[in-house]
């Protein structure tokens, strides 16, 4: 009986002594990035049952102390913490990147991501970032699986030739014939060439009537009706447009202005516009051009082209999408992030660098988007910080602390009681 005591008294040195090694792995890493803090669990040796029965016939059983059952970590979120850095990413909520590192895929709740000289997104590691590729107008190609995501900075971004223009103003009331107000606006061409389009107004001598003339002087320019790129607006006793070239623009036929460019010294094909003057929004129609007031005035001047732009920047979107931003203010997704679940994460085995692998335990993983299929979302230039909570780590350290010195007592007890059966020998 006494040298049973002394086995249960060193099965719990162990246990005990291994609950200290977790609670200071846990504690060694209260700082690294997306680390899941590990928890122990113990389970009475099998007892061994002497066959013998107390006075109520109940079995009477001796264990043989404790031993380590398990070791798993705890996924809990971690607190999310804002960096700056484009390229870094937090999941808030279930899943893991998908990393390949080695040859081999990897799993991992640390989004401490850079770009390597070549370009790739990759963990702090080295290892290369998985995601879905897209096409050049941004649509995810899931058909084409996972793959390394690469930023190509320095990368142009295609022009645009402009096809809608509008012009926000004022012309002043009191103008008398003769006068006029001049506005001008950058378009592009299918070359990304811009070019400088003036839209000239012109009092007349009719009563709120405007003549405009729209030039562009590296082109020919003409309109939907048979003079070259002029016409007529009129504005009524309250200064709003009512007439475009004769007609009410409350008239079911009443249309905006199409422009036509063409004969561009860029050689870039003729260009055709759009000018946006009627608001067909709003019932009765409005406009975007007035004429009220003493004086003319410029507003918002908007066009729908643009020129070749170059890769300048990153962001990551919640959806997981890369999404890079041009000089010349195009923004297109060139990747999207795709995060990993499994049946069970206790089950992944863990492995340096904060990576993870699946294990017949945790089942294969399960890929898709951010936000689908119960995954989290990806917050963009952020961290998720360590769960390991250090109260209660402390505490386990105490209460470990003291099971380790309860069973060492019982070694040096059950040491003291050996010594004195051996001493009635003597005696």
Do not use: C
Request: hydrophobic share 35%.
């Amino acid at each position: 009986m006494i040298v049973g005591s002394f086995y249960a008294g060193l099965s719990g040195l162990r246990s005990n002594s291994k609950a200290l090694g977790v609670i200071g792995e846990n504690l060694a890493n209260v700082g690294t990035t997306g680390f899941k803090s590990q928890m122990i669990n113990f389970s009475e040796i099998v007892s061994k049952n002497s066959g013998r029965q107390n006075r109520a016939g109940n079995p009477m059983a001796t264990g043989l102390g404790s031993h380590t059952t398990e070791v798993i970590s705890e996924f809990s979120q971690g607190a999310l913490q804002e960096t700056g850095i484009h390229t870094q990413a937090a999941i808030d909520g279930n899943g893991f990147f998908v990393v390949r590192d080695s040859g081999q895929t990897f799993f991992t709740r640390a989004g401490n991501f850079a770009l390597n000289n070549e370009g790739y997104l990759v963990t702090h590691a080295g290892g290369l970032v998985q995601g879905y590729p897209t096409d050049m107008t941004g649509q995810t190609l899931f058909s084409q699986g996972v793959d390394d995501i690469r930023v190509p900075f320095g990368e142009t971004s295609q022009p645009n030739a402009t096809q809608l223009v509008r012009a926000l103003g004022n012309l002043q009331a009191d103008a008398v014939a003769g006068d006029e107000f001049q506005t001008g606006m950058e378009v592009f061409d299918s070359l990304g060439i811009s070019h400088n389009l003036s839209i000239t107004y012109t009092k007349t001598a009719n009563p709120g009537e405007w003549s405009y003339q729209f030039d562009l002087p590296t082109g020919t320019v003409s309109t939907t009706f048979p003079t070259q790129g002029s016409g007529t607006i009129t504005f009524d006793a309250y200064g709003q447009l009512s007439l475009l070239d004769g007609l009410s623009i409350q008239d079911p036929a009443a249309a905006n202005r199409t422009i036509e460019v063409t004969g561009l010294n860029s050689g870039a094909a003729d260009l055709t516009l759009t000018w946006d003057l009627i608001d067909f929004s709003t019932v009765p129609r409005g406009s975007f051009i007035s004429g009220m007031g003493t004086t003319s005035s410029n507003g918002t001047l908007y066009q729908d082209g643009f020129g070749v732009g170059v890769l300048q920047d990153v962001l990551l979107q919640q959806d997981g999408r890369v999404v890079g931003y041009f000089s010349n203010g195009v923004s297109r997704s060139l990747a999207q992030l795709t995060l990993a679940t499994f049946n069970n994460n206790h089950g992944l085995k863990r492995f340096n660098d904060n990576y993870y692998m699946n294990s017949a335990a945790s089942g294969p993983a399960t890929l898709d988007l951010a936000g689908s299929g119960g995954r989290g979302v990806i917050i963009g230039s952020s961290l998720e910080n360590s769960n390991v909570d250090m109260s209660e780590e402390f505490t386990k350290m105490i209460i470990h602390q003291r099971g380790y010195q309860s069973n060492s007592k019982i070694i040096t007890t059950a040491d003291t009681l050996m010594q004195e059966t051996l001493g009635l020998k003597r005696s």
